[in-house]
């Protein structure tokens, strides 16, 4: 080995041991003069130091819960998790697992109420997806129809879109229009969407129109099984 990288190599060692020490030497200080604190002082600091870090944890939660509402999550389903999801037979642990897929493919979600769509919906939504009613966005629109455009690249645009409730109402040209713009602008940025519903893939397409589930092409998962309410973990 070259005699001057040896000795730069030592210089660098001799340097990163001097600052080790200087650590040291600082650490041990504030620890003596901690020791030499009062004890009520030191309960004192002690309790400003829990009140900082509670305030601090309580305003991340309040960040976080604020950005959840902004992506769809309502706070009945702030505490819903993957893990307390209880999959109850292995079908629903099959159903789990394809569920966490939404981000490779398009899924058609069908199932009766209380089947727990939603709540994975939500757990989707908390990861970066972005959930929203089928019925509230048309309404939201045609009362903000100065909006339309920005709904359309906001919802054509993001990650991971999870529309629910399809079905719930009666549709309309206007309805299948807006659905279309917004599914097409996905496909062509080749973006996953989830449609959740009591309704299933033939009837949809019959309601929205068939150039809308032919851009899809959807999974169907059928959640086959009755009211999960009330039996999370």
């Not at 900082?52 to 999550?73: H, P, S, T, V």
């Not at 292995?90 to 209380?114: H, R, S």
């Not at 973006?191 to 150039?211: D, H, M, Q, R, W």
Request: net charge neutral; with cysteine; hydrophobic share 35%.
């Amino acid at each position: 080995m070259d005699s001057s990288f040896q000795t730069m190599w030592k210089n660098l060692e001799k340097g990163w041991a001097e600052k080790d020490r200087i650590r040291a030497d600082e650490a041990a200080k504030e620890q003596a003069e901690w020791d030499a604190l009062p004890e009520e002082k030191k309960q004192r600091i002690n309790t400003l130091l829990e009140e900082k870090e509670r305030l601090i944890a309580e305003r991340e939660l309040e960040n976080q819960r604020r950005e959840w509402q902004r992506r769809g999550i309502t706070p009945r389903f702030f505490e819903a998790t993957w893990e307390n999801w209880i999959a109850e037979t292995p079908e629903q642990a099959k159903v789990l697992e394809k569920v966490k897929k939404a981000w490779d493919k398009n899924l058609f979600i069908v199932g009766g109420n209380g089947a727990g769509k939603t709540h994975l919906a939500m757990c989707l939504a908390k990861d970066g997806a972005t959930y929203c009613l089928m019925p509230e966005l048309f309404r939201y629109v045609r009362e903000n129809m100065k909006s339309e455009q920005e709904i359309i690249d906001r919802y054509g645009n993001c990650k991971l879109l999870i529309l629910d409730e399809a079905g719930r109402q009666k549709s309309s040209d206007f309805e299948h229009n807006l659905l279309f713009e917004i599914i097409d602008k996905r496909w062509n940025n080749i973006l996953p969407t989830t449609i959740i519903g009591n309704i299933g893939e033939e009837v949809f397409s019959k309601l929205y129109g068939a150039a809308i589930t032919d851009r899809l092409r959807p999974s169907v998962i059928n959640f086959n099984w009755g009211s999960k309410r009330g039996k999370t973990a």
